[in-house]
């Protein structure tokens, strides 16, 4: 028998979670299993958009992130998904290419430059 996820309901469940959990918060190291360890000085959550999931299990976001004036110079290096722009529920998290930036910069992560996937059955 096959272990993991078919790719509708992979898709089904996916979709979901990120439809769920569309506050994206930056981390200058693991987050943690509450998501709440390493937060970034820039405490600011954007709204992310993601692409359909695709037969493959992975969905991407569809639009660039921008943070806007970062509040501190510092490497980001994961992201953590949120159901609110502040509190709110984690949802889940993930790495992103190591980012250093300055006080006052600002940072986007281009549309596409966030992927999540669930194991697909094999």
């Known amino acids: 028998m096959a272990d993991g ?20 918060k930056l981390h200058v ?3 943690g299993a ?7 000085v820039e405490t600011t959550r954007q709204q992310s958009s993601w692409n359909a999931t695709g037969a493959d299990g992975i969905t991407e976001t ?3 992130l921008t943070w806007t004036g970062v509040g501190g110079s510092e490497d980001y290096t ?6 609110a722009s502040t509190s709110g529920n984690f ?5 992103i290419t190591a980012s250093a930036v300055t006080s006052g ?3 986007t992560v281009s549309a596409g430059g966030l992927a999540v996937s669930v194991p697909l059955a094999s």
């Open 91 to 95: 949802g889940f998290s993930g790495s």
């Open 105 to 107: 910069d600002d940072f």
């Open 34 to 40: 509450a998501g709440t360890a390493n937060p970034a």
């Open 5 to 24: 996820w078919g790719p509708s309901g992979a898709g089904t469940a996916l979709d979901a979670s990120v439809a769920a959990y569309p506050w994206i």
């Open 29 to 31: 190291g693991s987050p």
């Open 62 to 64: 569809s639009a660039d």
């Open 78 to 83: 994961h992201f953590t998904a949120w159901s």
